[in-house]
Every structure is written in C-alpha cells, then in structure tokens.
C-alpha cells in the first residue's frame, strides 16, 4: 500500500486524537513523500482537517507523534515550525486592515526581512499566483472570492516553505473559479515542487491534484492510492466515491498529476 | 493608520491628564459656605492684593470643613480662614482641650507635620458654638447658663446645623456634659435660617455661632458653656506651606491682621451683611479702612 | 446671557474648574484603560473569565456614586484625599464599558484570519497587536467613549466630596439658590460631555475596519 519512501517530509507514526469522548483519529500511521501533492479525502467529520492539523501543531496529539523533515514536530520550536510551512484554509482569512501586499508580505516582515526584498517577492508571487500586479495596494474587501484565495496561497508561499498545507481552499468558490485555480496549481505544483497536504471531500479534484490519495472514514486511514489505482479500486470504501461521483470521474484521474 | 489611533489617544489622555490643579501667578483665597467666612476671606483677599502684588482669586462657598481642608490639601486653594476648635476636633479628630494657646499650639505643630499647612496669627474673636434662646424666655425662666437650661430642654424644640449635628464636639458631646433632653429630634436647618426660626417660634433653642450677628438684633440671648464643654474656636488663617515659601510676603501680610477683629467687630461685620443686607466686600473694604489696616 | 457673563467674570476660577474636572476624568479615564483594556483582551482569550469580570464590573457599576465615595473614606491613603477617592471611583464606573468592548472587539475578529495567522506562525503577541487589536480599536473606543461620557457627569458628583471640579459650581448655585451658578456647571460639563461623545466618535469613524 504504501511504497518505502526515502526520508520522507512529513510522517505520522501510530497518530491518536481524542476530545472527550470522540476518539477522531485512531492508530494513523502515513508518510508524505518529499514533492508530493497527498490528498487526504473523505467525508464530514473523517478527520481529514484534524490530520492536517496535526502537522503545524494547531491540534496536539493524544498519542503517537509526527515528524517533519525528520525531527519530532513536538520538538521544534512551533513559531519555527509554522513559519517553515505554508498554511491555506478554505475561508482564506486575509487580514482585512491590510492591502493585498502587506497580507502577503506578513510572514516576510516578521522574519525580518529588508522591504525592498519584501516588496520584490510581493510582486514575484503575484505573478505566479496569476493576479495583476496593480492589486497589491487593494483590500481584501475589494476582491472577488478566487482573487482572495490566490492572494491567500500568495500568502502561504511569501517564505518559501517546503511545505504547503492546504484545507479544502477551493471550496467555496464557484465550479468555473475552482476549475481555473486547480489548474493554476498544476501548474504551480510543476514549478515550485512543495511538499503539499491537501484536504478535500471532492474526488474529482483529488484525482485531479493528487499525486497519491488518501482515503479516510471515521478516523481511520483506510487506503493511499494514486488516482489511477482508486479509480479501479476493489476496496469498499474507494468504490463507494467512486460511485458517488459518476461519470466522468475517470478522465478526471487521468489529466491529474503523475 | 495603524499606529495613528493609539497615539492620538495617548496624547489626549496625557493632555487631560496635566491638567493639574497648581496655579503659580496667583494666590487662591478659600471660605466656607457662611457670611462669617465669606467676611475673613474677603478680608484675606483684600489685604493680600492690596499689600502685595500678587493676583487673588476668591474660591468661596466651600461647602464644610471638610471640603475646604481637601481643596487646602490638594492646592486648589492657597488659604482659608479655620477656628482652632474646628480644626482639633472634626479634623485632627482630637479631644477638646481648654485654653487657647495650647489648642493654637497643638493645631499649629499637627498640622505642619502632617499636612505641610500652617496657621497664620489669630484675627482677635473667639467664635464658640453660641446656645441661644429667645431673651424673653430668658429673662421669663431666669435661665442665663446651660446647665440652668438643662431642666426645661424637655418642653424645647431644638435646631442645629448640620455639621454640628455631626461633629464629635458637638450636639452628642453638649447634650451629654449638660444632660439635655429634648422633646423631638432637634431639626437641621441651613446656619443663616437658624436665628430667625428661633425668633419665629419654630424652634426655641437654637445651635448658632457666638459671632453671629442677628443675636443683638433678634433679641437673642447666649446661654453660658459654664461647663467649658466647648473647645475655643479662634479664627485663624490656614496656609499652604509651599505658598508661604513662595511669597513670603503673604506671612506679613496676615501678621498685620493678628488680633485685629474683637468679638463685637465680627458680629457687627456679620449683622451688616446678614440683617443689613450689605455687600461683603463693601463691608469689609470699610472696616480695613476703619482701622486703617488698608492703603 | 447672565449665565455667560457669571461665567467671564468669574472666568479664572471657571478655567480652575473646568482643569480640575478634566484633570479628575483624564486620570481616571486613563486607569481605566490600563487596566480594562487588558483585562478585556484576557477574557476575550479566555472566555471561561468573561463571566466573573463582566459580573464584577456590572456589579460596581449598580453601586450609586456618592455611596462609591462614602465606601472609600475609611481606606488608609485613598481616603484621605478626595481626589484620590473620586479618581478611583470613576475609574470602577468606566471599567465595565472598556472591558465590555474590548471583549466583544476582540472576539469579533474575524475567526478565520485569527486562524490563518497563527497557522503562520504569528506569535500570540503578534496576533495581538499586528491583528487582533487593529481589528477591535473601533470598537474598544466606543467603550471608551461612553466611559468619559459617564466620567463626566459623575465628576459633577465628585465636587461634593471636595475633589473640585464643575460640580462646585453647581453644588455652590444649589446653596446660593441661584440659577445662573448652577447653569454655570452645569452646561459647561454637558458641553464637554457632548465634545468627547462626537470627538472620539469622530475617532472611531476614523479607524474603523473596511
């Protein structure tokens, strides 16, 4: 199921969470590979935004640990350990005192970065993100729903982390804005090569994105598998969402990533 | 934007906040709320700006020795007129004690010690709590001290001033050392109605001032504190240290005035302005005339 | 007008009275920050507080002024001045406004970006200060706002335990039964009132959120 992989960047090893009597996660034990785009897909309450939050510490575990880049996340300073990984959510929370170009550049300015070198990676991510280069001194206010999400994921990479985490952050788009921005990703994923934890209830975009998916139910990791392989999965739980969904699931798979 | 807000709002704060109460060009001359201190602190004020340069402000009606040794205390104002008396007992909160020059002596050390105020030179008059009751009843029941008064108090209404009703050297204190017992619950009136509501009949034993000055005109009689219950009340000047430092001329100016007024000058002084109806700076202007304490 | 002519011959000891009583709602204005404002960001944090503070705050706020001042005398230091007793007094009047709006400015902070940001890395200083405060300022203004409104009038009180201020005017005039005293107080301190209502609002405008 799950191919040895060579010091991989994010490891859950025997995982446990529980909040008084819910048990959200039990025994997960996962490897993200370096470069990697894992999907973590399931449904409502699955545990799959417990898990990526596991990894920049906004949830602790009840048991077992997770290691980043090889050192125990517990270990490592959080404030480190948070700014090292970019974080995006599916309401975005752009900072609304702040234009466009301060948003982004927050992490930057705290880690004191001079603002000339800020400004110029301000621009540079604009660019990549595919947002006009005059929209750095508008609010948040001003934009429209895929404007503040890009500037969003502007804002998770301004660092240049390794490591990218990202929850459901298309959601809440319409179907032709989620297109354009899952297929600016791609793109991105091609050129940037961040190690990407993404959160999704929607199979079509995890074939989509996904170099592997990881199928969870009630707290459980029940099977990682490429797109390829999931769609053609015997596993009872894959078949399910793969039902669920329909047609046209299969060429979804195949204009994915790998 | 950011930083705009706090700033501007830690400056007003600041702003309001150096509004503090000290006022080095002039002199601030305190009385309390009755026509006898308002006359001591016209007089104060009018000696000081007519021997010195400074510039005088009147912060008059002060309403009570309390007030008046806060307003002192925090320096809103720089003098006031005080009785020894007063200031032994409801401030210094201690037991009365006879003669005068100890009680002068005694309010004078305490109050330099632990006020950083002190007294200037007594203005001449002793202005003791006067007993008054009519002077036909008087003369009818052959009644000239307290202790003769003692036996009819239970057939007498009684009226005092407020702060007499509580201060610890007052009503509690005389009805105990003379064994008075009066039918009700004595009525608290305002100080300047008390004579006439003694002349009217509504009451018939009233707590007033020995200086006041309807009791010749009204016909009234002071009862004598033949037990010495009460402490003496001279009229002093109370001034800030830190003014008597800064204007040194201020001391001389109110040693001029030691012992100048007598107890009939300050009930004359008193009658003008109460029963006369006159202005108290008019009042006061002729009497330094009078004796030729003013320029 | 006789009011206005009291008033400029009287105009030293009008200035006197109206420094005293912007003295005695500047201090207590600012204690009140220092210690509400705080105090508000930690319940804000930690909402298990909010009920305890909110409740102690309103509980002060039910005692009536001049028993406040009454309650204060016998306490050594502070009862031995009545500035120091009115400060304090009126600093307890204008704590539960501040803390109130601090709190509910804070916890209005959008969520979202509370999560963003500390999924970021900002330290809960950080937060504090670049996120959640800008955010609430308009708000907590308006707490402080109300709170010189009320200092304000409540300082005309404090006159008649001897702190100063407007209200000897107005105590005086009662005494005097002359109406042009009284008014001589009262309309300056409703002025004032009237200016750090529309003042500060004019502030809070200013830096609300977009």
Sequence with gaps: ?258 | MNRRGPSLIVLLAVGLVSCSPSHPDRIVVGSKNFTESFILGELIAQQIEAHTSLKVERRFYLAGTYISQQAILAGRIDIYPEYTGTALTAILKEGAHGDSAAVHQRVKSEYERRFGLTLGPALGFNDTFAMEIRGEDARRLNVRTLTQAAQFSPLWRAGFGYEFMERPDGYRGLVATYGLHFAEQPRIMDLGLLARALKNRQIDFAGGNATDGLIPALDLVVLQDDRHYFPPYEAVPVIREQTVREHPEIARVLGDLANEISDEEMQRMNYAVDGQHRDTQDVVREFLRAKKLAP | MNVLQFIVQNRAQFFDLTGEHLWLVGWSTLLAMVVGIPLGILIAHRPRLSNPVLGSANIVQAIPGLALFGFLLPVPWLGARSDRMAILALTLYALLPIIRNTYTGIRGVDPAALEAGRGMGLTDLQLLFQVELPLAVSVILSGVRIAIVISVGLATIAAAIGAGGLGEFIFRGLAMVDNRVILAGAIPAAILALLADFGVGWLERRLRPR
């Design chain 1, 1 to 258: 199921m799950q191919p040895q992989i060579a010091a991989p960047a994010i490891e859950f090893r025997d995982v446990s969470y529980r909040v008084g009597t819910t048990q959200v996660l039990a025994g997960l034990n996962l490897r993200v590979a370096r470069g990697e785009t894992l999907v973590l897909l399931g449904r409502s309450g699955s545990g799959k935004t417990t898990t990526l939050k596991l990894v920049n510490r906004l949830v602790l575990p009840t048991a077992g640990e997770i290691l980043v880049n090889g050192a125990s996340n517990e270990r490592t300073d959080v404030i480190r350990l948070r700014r090292g990984i970019g974080y995006v959510i599916q309401e975005v929370g752009l900072f609304p005192h702040f234009t466009v170009a301060r948003n982004i550049g927050l992490v930057p300015k705290i880690e004191g970065w001079c603002a000339d070198r800020t400004l110029s990676r301000v621009e540079e991510l604009l660019q990549l993100v595919g947002l006009p280069a005059e929209i750095a001194s508008r609010y948040p206010h001003q934009l429209s729903g895929g404007q503040r999400q890009r500037v969003g994921v502007a804002r998770a990479l301004a660092a240049n982390p390794e490591i990218l985490l990202m929850d459901e952050p298309f959601g809440a788009l319409d179907p032709l804005t989620r297109d354009d921005l899952q297929r600016e990703f791609l793109l991105l994923q091609q050129r940037l090569n961040k190690t990407v934890v993404f959160v999704t209830h929607d199979l079509r975009e995890a074939l989509r994105l996904g170099s592997r998916i990881a199928l969870m139910e009630a707290g459980k990791l029940v099977t990682v598998l490429s797109p390829q392989e999931f769609v053609k999965s015997t596993d009872p739980w894959a078949a399910a969402y793969v039902r669920a969904f329909g047609d046209g699931v299969e060429s979804a798979a195949n204009r994915g990533a790998s």
